[in-house]
């Protein structure tokens, strides 16, 4: 028993002179603070050019957004100018046309006018050249007067002439008062002045030479007469 004793007697020894756990312990953590130490420098200046990437990455990607709402500004201000061009534009030809269309109702109101004036007056050369065959007439009737033996032949040619004026006068022909009544320039031509028989007849139609007429309302010819003055 002494001799097992003995020989763990060298064991112990051993033992003691071993390092606790304790004093392994803090012998590592001032291992790792030394290598932390060591490594402090090569992360400070890892953080500093990690900064200062992020930095410049920061000013780039803000200089990017500048130009960016530098471009939408200019295309904005580019898209208000041509709307402006486009809405001066649809404005003059809206006013192009208001005019075009002014112009072409007041041409189909005039063309209409004219068609109705034409319709009217269509024939009035026609019948202002039959003027002198109704003088004719009437002159005929006045030399025929009231001679008895003349009667059939005063009856045809009173025929003739009121025959020949109904159908003038279905196309607007009138013949336009004369005797008796105050001289009118706008209807009278006046071939002479002669003393009016009676107070009356002054500055009236004493005695009618040729018949006026009317068309449609339109003189076409003036009747010439003889004002008392």
Not at 102 to 113: L, P, Y
Not at 218 to 228: E, L, M, S
Request: cysteine-free; hydrophobic content about 35%.
């Amino acid at each position: 028993m002494q001799d097992e004793s003995i020989k763990n007697i060298p064991e112990e020894m051993s033992n003691l002179n071993a390092p606790s756990d304790h004093e392994q312990k803090a012998e590592n953590l001032s291992v790792s603070a030394e290598n932390t130490d060591a490594s402090a420098p090569d992360n400070v200046e890892a953080d500093k050019s990690a900064r200062k990437g992020k930095k410049r990455r920061g000013l780039f990607a803000k200089d990017e957004k500048e130009e960016k709402v530098k471009e939408l500004e200019a295309k904005i201000k580019e898209l208000e100018e041509t709307s402006q061009k486009q809405l001066e534009e649809i404005n003059e030809w809206k006013d192009k046309f208001l005019r075009l269309f002014s112009e072409f109702d007041n041409f189909k109101k005039r063309n209409a006018r004219e068609r109705i004036e034409l319709t009217k007056t269509a024939s009035a050369d026609i019948i202002r050249k039959m003027l002198p065959v109704l003088d004719d007439l009437e002159r005929a009737l006045k030399s025929v007067g009231d001679d008895a033996a003349l009667a059939p032949y005063r009856q045809g040619v009173e025929l003739i002439l009121n025959k020949m004026f109904g159908i003038l006068e279905k196309e607007g022909l009138k013949t336009i008062e004369a005797k008796g009544q105050p001289f009118d320039t706008d209807y009278h031509e006046a071939l002479t002045n002669i003393p009016a028989p009676s107070e009356d007849l002054k500055g009236k139609v004493v005695d009618e030479v040729e018949k006026g007429y009317m068309l449609n309302d339109k003189v076409i010819r003036f009747a010439k007469v003889v004002v008392g003055s």
